[in-house]
């Protein structure tokens, strides 16, 4: 019973540290929903998610080899220019990866649009899209973070013996998990709508998210290029790069108030010295 318990509570922990990258992409894809729908969006997209996530975590117990196993037609090989064994998890991965650093590109690019400067808020209405539309992307990509932690829960309930207890351990991991990202969406969306300079940063994370999604998936596929194999970003480097990051960030925005408060004194101290004269 003991060690139930403390392999729920490792995974637990587990998927509420995976789960930052995913909640960062629900807060600020939620932005994309009309104003008033966005708080409802990140709510029944989550609770969506959760109910997928039990179902896809079924699925994976049932067929887990099908995912793991390279499919014959999707393996070859280029003299030495090309080496490739896709499977199902490669692809999954590779292409929520993707479609990660797709979406931050294309946001980052928005932000410094001539079509934002005319918004004054940077957000034009041709970037809004349906709360349905959103909700989905929300889903999938929800389901595509998931991919990953469920078989880390897979193995570390490996040494359950009953197949049922284990999947029940596994379930309760993911509701729980599902229902802190309920809590703290809507905590982390107020916090970037009234810190906007910090979605740029949160965008830059979720590049470095995409970019360790298509290294892990091109190791997974087994990708060699010129000889070079790809090695997928370790959970070390991921978590150096977000803390330089954000130190980066925090010292920018400090330096940047400061120059901005001596530039306002050169300014007052010339203005009083025209007013003497």
Known sequence: MLEI????LMLVMLQAVLGFDNLLYISLESKKAPISDQKRVRKVGILIAIVLRI???????????????????????IENVLDFAFNGHSLIVLAGGGFIIYTAIKEIWHMIGKADLHDGVGEDSKSRKSANAVITSIVIMNLVFSFDS???AIGLTNEIE????????MAIAIVVSGLLMLL?????????????MY?????????????????????????????????PMSKTTFYFVIAVLVVTDIVQGRYQKRLIAEQQHIESHSKAKKEDA
């Open 55 to 77: 179902v896809l975590l079924f699925v994976l117990v049932s067929i887990i080899e099908f995912f793991q196993e390279p499919f014959s037609f999707m393996t070859g090989k």
């Open 5 to 8: 318990i403390f392999t729920l």
């Open 199 to 231: 979605e740029v940063l949160g965008l830059f994370i979720l590049f470095i998210v995409g970019i360790m999604l298509v290294t892990e998936g091109g190791h997974l596929a087994h990708l060699k290029i010129f000889g070079n194999e790809i090695v």
């Open 162 to 169: 009953n197949s049922t207890t284990a999947f029940i351990v």
């Open 184 to 196: 703290l969406a809507d905590k982390i969306s107020t916090f970037l709508a009234k810190n906007r």
């Open 150 to 152: 469920i078989l880390a």
